[in-house]
């Protein structure tokens, strides 16, 4: 139980310093990856969280905050996921790694994102308030009442809607696995299916972003490539830049030829 009470406060100051320092900074890029290595090594097992962050960085995919868009925290699913897939393995220790994973995405990491979401929404609410205060001091011209509100919104916020869930989600981490155990095998089975089929769901909605009909030929002969010769993904992702990079080129140089302005726009 100590254990689990320090990796819980590890988490939560590593969740709460990447809330303020990342997502915030960066105007929310928060690679699940990054929670699932980072879990992954204070639960002792990094291929674990890497695992668990990669599947969920596939289903986070084609989705972005545009507009103030919510999306699911999946920074925060793959903190708890791979927590929770680490103690699973430990109280089961004949249970396969896979199986772990995916029924740890599917009863813990996909509802914890979406928890996340929901959290996301309250934050914004109060930011709003928050907003209205600071706007108030700047029409007052206090400077150093601006910079307070400002940091103090900043500090009670996006740290908390993430270090509180993993905190606590952590601490309770051994009895979430026990109501998990008790779950009969042929509903494990299926979240094991569901956890399997959770990345599918990303290239599902990355795919609604690309013209098929006009790309098609490439999406067909990545398929090829990847099912009938095993080329591995990073060969294909290098022969894939040759190509725009050939097709680049070769717009550019007809583009020359041809004497269009750049004002023109030749389309590739």
């Known amino acids: 139980m100590q254990n689990l009470v320090m990796a819980a406060i590890i988490l939560a100051v590593f969740a709460y310093l990447d809330q303020i320092f990342v997502s915030t900074m960066m105007i929310g890029i928060n690679p699940p990856i990054l929670g699932g290595i980072v879990a992954g090594l204070v639960f002792g097992d990094v291929g674990l969280g890497l695992y668990i962050g990669t599947i969920l960085t596939l289903m986070s995919l084609g989705l972005y905050t545009y507009g103030g868009t919510k999306v699911p925290n999946y920074f925060l699913g793959s903190i708890l996921g791979t927590a929770v897939a680490a103690l699973m393995l430990r109280q089961n220790p004949g249970m396969a790694q896979g199986e772990a994973i995916n029924v740890a995405i599917a009863t813990i990491a996909v509802p914890a994102s979406m928890l996340g979401m929901a959290l996301s ?143 023109e726009k030749y389309e590739i």
């Open 121 to 263: 929404s309250i934050v914004t609410m109060v930011c709003t308030t928050m907003v209205q205060w600071m706007d108030a001091k700047a029409g007052k011209g206090d400077a150093k009442g601006f910079d307070f509100v400002f940091y103090l919104t900043l500090l009670l916020t996006n740290g908390p809607q993430v270090a509180i869930p993993v905190f606590l989600g952590v601490i309770m981490g051994d009895k979430i696995v026990s109501m998990i155990n008790i779950f009969p095998e042929s509903l494990m089975g299926i979240f094991g299916i569901a956890g399997g089929l959770m990345p599918l769901l990303g290239f599902g909605l990355l795919l609604t972003m690309i013209d098929i009909k006009r790309y098609w030929p490439y999406l067909l002969g990545g398929y090829f490539l990847i099912s009938y010769t095993g080329t591995s993904v990073i060969g294909l992702s290098i022969a894939a830049s040759a190509i725009v990079g050939v097709s680049y080129m070769a717009a550019k140089d007809k583009k020359q030829e041809t004497g269009l302005q750049g004002g």
